[in-house]
């Protein structure tokens, strides 16, 4: 009765086998939002880490995905069921914040371990880091320092800000004048889930600023470009993988064109295991994968490779195997911190038409082996 | 920066331009519970049905205008089917059951539209015609929300005749004031319900299709333009299409200028951060407030329909 | 007199089936069984408040959830000032059930008289929409409220403690909460049964008759609303241990549109109404959730069923119509 998803019968073609093909299954549980407005992540997260359980092969991983419908409450009771009925040893797939942080104590608590392929709050990766858990993307504040740090390098000197009134908002605006050098022209923090922009941009217009900085996630970030290009208001924007992703370019169409930002990863990232990913998910699932279907099948294939190297019932081994992070990540070079966050190259990337699909392309790097700056609140080594 | 006279022009205008989609909305609800006394809470799934039909529209001709009309006809469309199934069997039951019905053809129609469309939100954008600014002489603004505006005011216009001047209008009120008599006069009541229910859809799918252009059409859009429109016609007074006009840009007013000032008072005698931050806050609020006021002095809204 | 009896049965056979489910869960080795039943308890409880003015009251408040997310929030309070050693508002914090209880209600209370006292000058929608617009002012502004949280919430490390018990085993907390919703019901059937409750039915069925026999219909809905309040935030606290976090969400609209959906599901006004709804719909989020990601369609689908056919809720469709009143 359970929305299993058992690779033995799907993987037949391709049987390459894994390490420690003759254990049992371990039991992964997926928790991600699978309705309303965050369907569209959680699908490709779901989808990222099917593919790599497909190109794998065997039936290393027993995946049961459910969905948490957004809301804390749902998730934290979908997560008890998993461990304790289900008895899942590793949970992952958790989008925003705030279900993490209800979630992941909760998890920690029970001896299972965690690994987030997306939300990555700052307490979880200081004061509150846990050896079981691990974050295979990165943690929240990372891309809007990269674009700080870029916009301030490259001739941005008065810089507007926005983001909504919520801790990942203003997490953002925090992490963006970390590292931005020149002014900032004016600061507003708009209401989550606010559609109508107007009142924001004509301040904007009105500001001097000679850029626009923006953290406006899923449908928020849509409404806001859309609004943007039908203003007359010609300021050049800078943002991150958060609102340009290509889980949102698609409804975005040209009113994305040109937003320069940032992002660990895009879909022409330069090495042998991005583009046979891109082409796999291309040809499984008919779009192209965004940032997070690419952070969820790197998840997946940390996830193995530990398996591969150890005993999930033996905690501290299995730990150990995937501090190590012995596998072929996407996105290039990959290590952990000590908080178990990653230690990562970040890019900046330009929203650009190729091929008749409105994608990002890689510019350039924007900061090389970026670490957080909550490692250092992390009292493990 | 400094509040000018032209940044306050332009923040006027946007006020007025949301507080007419919202009449939109706020129409449709209005009449439906003022002529059946019916609370309809999948009233916002009916806007996003408008806005899904119409991106899909769009994207299959091509044309933005053929969009819009099948966006507005799916909704009536979908509006009257549900009337027929569903609406139907809770005119005569109370409040309650219908906030349950209502609350479940939410749930239903939000999955469904998943399912059909794809979890990810759809594009949908502005015609040539109306995409770009013009400027106004203090300030440049978008062509397409003055438009927006210009729709809003037309179909005001349209249903201000349509209650006024036909025979379907004096029905309408008629069966505002009482339903029963009407029936009795030899009035087709069911017809006229499914009329009226689908006449409220077709303005909330008009809204979802013009909103939609600018901002994302995806499932769930629905919901928090439900509650501000139960708000305006609160503050309006539930069946009246004047009062829905009222209260929606009272509405759409304070709320964009609340957004625009609220922030900056704060920031006049404390730090800039903290200010942002508690001036959202209050301006997210602000609406509730006003409703909360409006009704502990009118308890029945500011132009109650029934004497 | 059949009727009181057959739903006096059914009462019974809730309330036990509530124990002895978890009670086999302990025994067969399934704790998050245990976990679920005391959710569909403190779930209930919620429901119970509520059903107090919305049930037996003819009130619909489509903002009760707000009591809920603040009793949440005073368990989350104390607990964390508790555990930081920090005073708040000069007091200091708590990390005992029996003091964050009475604060919990004591907070809920003095809220709910505020709204109260403002929206029961309205009727019908008026007030379903006014306590609706309370709830939302008070959610917007616990997300926007850094200090414990916004929208992430605030975790609670550790439950909260009743004395004799380990609260962090599901059997034990799962003991609390069956026992507090038992007691609120015993006193809620008391309630009912007194002159009070008398009052409060006369007030429902026809306010000027009522007036005229010098009952004051504003003052006892008043009351009533302060009570229902109290109980929801109670459950509040409770479900903070629980999940042990409180978060805004709790307050949101749509957890008032689950509550309602609890309320209605087990049998408006009905004593153990609540408890019923909580039970069918957790039931229903777990089933369906674990069967497919369309989950919501057939929940949508069966709430409307109900709605249409089943209009007495459970209870109802088991023990025929509420006894007179």
Request: net charge neutral.
């Given at each position: 009765?359970?929305?299993?998803?058992?690779?033995?019968?799907?993987?037949?073609?391709?049987?390459?086998?894994t390490g420690a093909a003759w254990a049992d299954p371990v039991t992964v549980g997926?928790?991600?939002?699978?309705?309303?407005?965050?369907?569209?992540?959680?699908?490709?997260?779901?989808?990222?880490?099917?593919?790599?359980?497909?190109?794998?092969?065997?039936d290393a991983i027993h995946?049961v995905?459910?969905?948490?419908?957004?809301?804390?409450?749902?998730?934290?009771?979908?997560?008890?069921?998993m461990i304790q009925s289900e008895r899942a040893d590793i949970l992952t797939?958790?989008?925003?914040?705030?279900?993490?942080?209800?979630?992941?104590?909760?998890v920690v608590a029970q001896d299972v371990f965690y690994v987030?392929?997306?939300?990555?709050?700052?307490?979880?990766?200081?004061?509150?880091?846990?050896p079981l858990y691990f974050?295979?993307?990165?943690?929240?504040?990372?891309?809007?320092?990269?674009?700080?740090?870029?916009?301030?390098?490259?001739?941005?000197?008065?810089?507007?800000?926005?983001?909504?009134?919520?801790?990942?908002?203003?997490?953002?605006?925090?992490?963006?004048?970390?590292?931005?050098?020149?002014?900032?022209?004016?600061?507003?923090?708009?209401?989550?889930?606010?559609?109508?922009?107007?009142?924001?941009?004509?301040?904007?217009?009105?500001?001097?600023?000679?850029?626009?900085?923006?953290?406006?996630?899923?449908?928020?970030?849509?409404?806001?470009?859309?609004?943007?290009?039908?203003?007359?208001?010609?300021?050049?924007?800078?943002?991150?993988?958060?609102?340009?992703?290509?889980?949102?370019?698609?409804?975005?169409?040209?009113?994305?064109?040109?937003?320069?930002?940032?992002?660990?990863?895009?879909?022409?990232?330069?090495?042998?295991?991005?583009?046979?990913?891109?082409?796999?998910?291309?040809?499984?699932?008919?779009?192209?994968?965004?940032?997070?279907?690419?952070?969820?099948?790197?998840?997946?294939?940390l996830i193995l490779s530990a398996i591969a190297a150890a005993d999930v019932e033996d905690r501290d081994a299995f730990r150990a195997a995937l501090r190590a992070?012995?596998?072929?990540?996407?996105?290039?070079?990959?290590?952990?911190?000590?908080?178990?966050?990653?230690?990562?190259?970040?890019?900046?990337?330009?929203?650009?038409?190729?091929?008749?699909?409105?994608?990002?392309?890689?510019?350039?790097?924007?900061?090389?082996?970026?670490?957080?700056?909550?490692?250092?609140?992390?009292?493990?080594? | 920066?400094?509040?000018?006279?032209?940044?306050?022009?332009?923040?006027?205008?946007?006020?007025?331009?949301?507080?007419?989609?919202?009449?939109?909305?706020?129409?449709?609800?209005?009449?439906?519970?003022?002529?059946?006394?019916?609370?309809?809470?999948?009233?916002?799934?009916?806007?996003?049905?408008?806005?899904?039909?119409?991106?899909?529209?769009?994207?299959?001709?091509?044309?933005?205008?053929?969009?819009?009309?099948?966006?507005?006809?799916?909704?009536?469309?979908?509006?009257?089917?549900?009337?027929?199934?569903?609406?139907?069997?809770?005119?005569?039951?109370?409040?309650?059951?219908?906030?349950?019905?209502?609350?479940?053809?939410?749930?239903?129609?939000?999955?469904?539209?998943?399912?059909?469309?794809?979890?990810?939100?759809?594009?949908?954008?502005?015609?040539?015609?109306?995409?770009?600014?013009?400027?106004?002489?203090?300030?440049?603004?978008?062509?397409?929300?003055?438009?927006?505006?210009?729709?809003?005011?037309?179909?005001?216009?349209?249903?201000?005749?349509?209650?006024?001047?036909?025979?379907?209008?004096?029905?309408?009120?008629?069966?505002?004031?009482?339903?029963?008599?009407?029936?009795?006069?030899?009035?087709?009541?069911?017809?006229?319900?499914?009329?009226?229910?689908?006449?409220?859809?077709?303005?909330?799918?008009?809204?979802?299709?013009?909103?939609?252009?600018?901002?994302?059409?995806?499932?769930?859009?629905?919901?928090?333009?439900?509650?501000?429109?139960?708000?305006?016609?609160?503050?309006?007074?539930?069946?009246?299409?004047?009062?829905?006009?009222?209260?929606?840009?009272?509405?759409?007013?304070?709320?964009?200028?609340?957004?625009?000032?609220?922030?900056?008072?704060?920031?006049?005698?404390?730090?800039?951060?903290?200010?942002?931050?508690?001036?959202?806050?209050?301006?997210?609020?602000?609406?509730?407030?006003?409703?909360?006021?409006?009704?502990?002095?009118?308890?029945?809204?500011?132009?109650?329909?029934?004497? | 007199?059949?009727?009181?009896?057959?739903?006096?049965?059914?009462?019974?056979?809730?309330?036990?089936?509530?124990?002895?489910?978890?009670?086999?869960?302990?025994?067969?080795d399934?704790?998050?069984?245990?976990?679920?039943?005391?959710?569909?308890?403190?779930?209930?409880?919620?429901?119970?408040?509520?059903?107090?003015?919305?049930?037996?009251?003819?009130?619909?408040?489509?903002?009760?959830?707000?009591?809920?997310?603040?009793?949440?929030?005073?368990?989350?309070?104390?607990?964390?000032?508790?555990?930081?050693?920090?005073?708040?508002?000069?007091?200091?914090?708590?990390?005992?059930?029996?003091?964050?209880?009475?604060?919990?209600?004591?907070?809920?209370?003095?809220?709910?008289?505020?709204?109260?006292?403002?929206?029961?000058?309205?009727?019908?929608?008026?007030?379903?929409?006014?306590?609706?617009?309370?709830?939302?002012?008070?959610?917007?502004?616990?997300?926007?409220?850094?200090?414990?949280?916004?929208?992430?919430?605030?975790?609670?490390?550790?439950?909260?403690?009743?004395?004799?018990?380990?609260?962090?085993?599901?059997?034990?907390?799962?003991?609390?909460?069956?026992?507090?919703?038992?007691?609120?019901?015993?006193?809620?059937?008391?309630?009912?049964?007194?002159?009070?409750?008398?009052?409060?039915?006369?007030?429902?069925?026809?306010?000027?008759?009522?007036?005229?026999?010098?009952?004051?219909?504003?003052?006892?809905?008043?009351?009533?609303?302060?009570?229902?309040?109290?109980?929801?935030?109670?459950?509040?606290?409770?479900?903070?241990?629980?999940?042990?976090?409180?978060?805004?969400?709790?307050?949101?609209?749509?957890?008032?549109?689950?509550?309602?959906?609890?309320?209605?599901?087990?049998?408006?006004?009905?004593?153990?109404?609540?408890?019923?709804?909580?039970?069918?719909?957790?039931?229903?989020?777990?089933?369906?959730?674990?069967?497919?990601?369309?989950?919501?369609?057939?929940?949508?689908?069966?709430?409307?069923?109900?709605?249409?056919?089943?209009?007495?809720?459970?209870?109802?469709?088991?023990?025929?119509?509420?006894?007179?009143?």
């Amino acid at each position: 009765m359970r929305l299993r998803t058992t690779l033995a019968a799907s993987a037949a073609a391709l049987t390459l086998g894994t390490g420690a093909a003759w254990a049992d299954p371990v039991t992964v549980g997926l928790i991600t939002t699978l309705s309303g407005g965050g369907a569209g992540i959680g699908t490709d997260i779901r989808d990222g880490f099917q593919l790599a359980l497909t190109m794998a092969g065997g039936d290393a991983i027993h995946l049961v995905v459910e969905d948490d419908g957004q809301r804390p409450e749902q998730a934290v009771q979908i997560a008890d069921r998993m461990i304790q009925s289900e008895r899942a040893d590793i949970l992952t797939g958790i989008i925003f914040s705030n279900l993490a942080m209800a979630v992941v104590p909760s998890v920690v608590a029970q001896d299972v371990f965690y690994v987030s392929p997306n939300a990555g709050p700052s307490p979880l990766a200081g004061a509150g880091c846990n050896p079981l858990y691990f974050n295979a993307a990165w943690q929240n504040d990372m891309l809007h320092e990269a674009s700080g740090a870029y916009a301030g390098a490259n001739g941005m000197v008065n810089t507007f800000i926005l983001a909504p009134n919520y801790p990942a908002g203003t997490d953002a605006l925090t992490g963006f004048k970390r590292r931005y050098t020149g002014t900032v022209a004016g600061e507003i923090y708009t209401q989550l889930g606010q559609t109508d922009y107007a009142a924001e941009i004509a301040q904007i217009r009105a500001s001097g600023a000679d850029s626009v900085f923006i953290f406006l996630p899923g449908g928020m970030g849509i409404s806001f470009m859309r609004q943007y290009a039908q203003s007359g208001v010609d300021i050049p924007v800078i943002s991150t993988a958060f609102t340009v992703g290509q889980d949102n370019l698609p409804a975005m169409g040209d009113a994305a064109l040109n937003v320069i930002n940032s992002g660990q990863w895009a879909p022409d990232t330069d090495n042998d295991a991005n583009r046979a990913f891109v082409t796999a998910f291309r040809a499984a699932y008919g779009r192209t994968p965004s940032i997070y279907a690419s952070q969820s099948y790197d998840t997946a294939n940390l996830i193995l490779s530990a398996i591969a190297a150890a005993d999930v019932e033996d905690r501290d081994a299995f730990r150990a195997a995937l501090r190590a992070a012995d596998f072929t990540s996407v996105r290039g070079d990959f290590a952990f911190g000590n908080n178990q966050h990653p230690i990562q190259d970040v890019y900046m990337r330009q929203v650009v038409m190729a091929d008749g699909e409105i994608t990002n392309r890689t510019l350039g790097l924007a900061i090389e082996d970026y670490q957080d700056v909550f490692a250092a609140q992390c009292t493990m080594e | 920066m400094p509040v000018t006279l032209a940044l306050i022009f332009e923040q006027m205008l946007n006020g007025v331009q949301f507080g007419l989609m919202l009449f939109l909305m706020s129409a449709g609800l209005t009449l439906v519970f003022g002529v059946m006394g019916l609370i309809n809470l999948a009233h916002g799934s009916l806007y996003m049905l408008g806005a899904f039909f119409c991106a899909a529209g769009a994207a299959a001709t091509g044309n933005f205008w053929l969009g819009l009309v099948a966006g507005t006809a799916a909704a009536a469309a979908a509006g009257a089917l549900i009337e027929v199934s569903v609406i139907r069997r809770l005119y005569t039951r109370d409040h309650l059951d219908q906030v349950l019905a209502t609350f479940a053809l939410i749930l239903i129609l939000s999955e469904g539209t998943k399912m059909v469309f794809g979890p990810f939100p759809l594009y949908l954008n502005v015609p040539p015609i109306l995409s770009g600014t013009v400027d106004l002489g203090l300030t440049p603004y978008s062509v397409y929300r003055l438009a927006l505006i210009g729709f809003g005011l037309a179909v005001a216009l349209g249903l201000w005749l349509l209650i006024g001047k036909t025979r379907l209008g004096i029905r309408i009120r008629a069966g505002e004031n009482d339903r029963e008599m009407i029936a009795a006069l030899g009035v087709n009541i069911r017809a006229l319900y499914t009329l009226v229910f689908a006449l409220g859809a077709a303005l909330a799918g008009l809204a979802g299709a013009l909103v939609g252009a600018v901002q994302s059409v995806q499932v769930g859009m629905g919901e928090p333009v439900l509650i501000l429109a139960f708000v305006v016609i609160v503050i309006g007074g539930i069946g009246s299409i004047k009062g829905a006009m009222v209260g929606a840009l009272i509405v759409g007013v304070i709320d964009t200028m609340g957004r625009f000032l609220l922030p900056r008072i704060f920031a006049t005698f404390m730090e800039a951060s903290d200010a942002s931050g508690l001036g959202a806050a209050l301006a997210s609020m602000l609406i509730y407030v006003v409703m909360a006021l409006v009704l502990i002095l009118r308890p029945k809204g500011l132009f109650p329909a029934h004497a | 007199m059949r009727d009181t009896h057959k739903e006096t049965v059914v009462n019974l056979a809730l309330g036990l089936g509530l124990l002895l489910v978890p009670l086999w869960a302990l025994w067969a080795d399934q704790p998050f069984t245990i976990t679920l039943a005391t959710r569909i308890a403190i779930l209930a409880l919620a429901g119970v408040g509520l059903n107090l003015i919305l049930g037996f009251g003819g009130m619909v408040s489509f903002g009760h959830a707000v009591f809920f997310g603040v009793g949440g929030y005073v368990a989350g309070i104390l607990s964390q000032h508790a555990t930081s050693g920090v005073p708040v508002l000069g007091l200091p914090g708590s990390n005992q059930m029996l003091v964050i209880w009475p604060v919990a209600m004591l907070v809920a209370g003095l809220l709910a008289a505020a709204i109260g006292a403002l929206s029961l000058r309205t009727e019908g929608i008026f007030f379903i929409m006014i306590t609706l617009a309370f709830a939302q002012m008070v959610y917007y502004f616990a997300i926007s409220w850094p200090a414990y949280g916004g929208e992430d919430g605030l975790p609670l490390v550790l439950r909260n403690r009743f004395p004799g018990l380990n609260t962090m085993r599901p059997w034990h907390l799962f003991l609390v909460a069956w026992g507090v919703l038992m007691v609120v019901l015993g006193a809620m059937a008391a309630l009912r049964a007194s002159r009070f409750g008398a009052a409060l039915m006369a007030i429902r069925q026809n306010p000027e008759r009522a007036a005229a026999v010098g009952i004051n219909p504003y003052g006892v809905k008043l009351v009533a609303f302060v009570i229902s309040g109290m109980v929801t935030g109670l459950a509040g606290a409770l479900m903070a241990d629980l999940s042990r976090f409180a978060s805004p969400a709790m307050m949101a609209w749509t957890m008032s549109g689950e509550l309602i959906v609890i309320i209605i599901l087990g049998g408006t006004g009905r004593l153990f109404g609540p408890l019923a709804g909580a039970a069918i719909l957790v039931g229903f989020e777990v089933t369906f959730g674990g069967m497919t990601e369309h989950w919501k369609l057939w929940l949508g689908l069966v709430l409307l069923a109900v709605v249409l056919f089943a209009r007495g809720g459970l209870i109802g469709a088991l023990a025929g119509r509420a006894r007179h009143g």
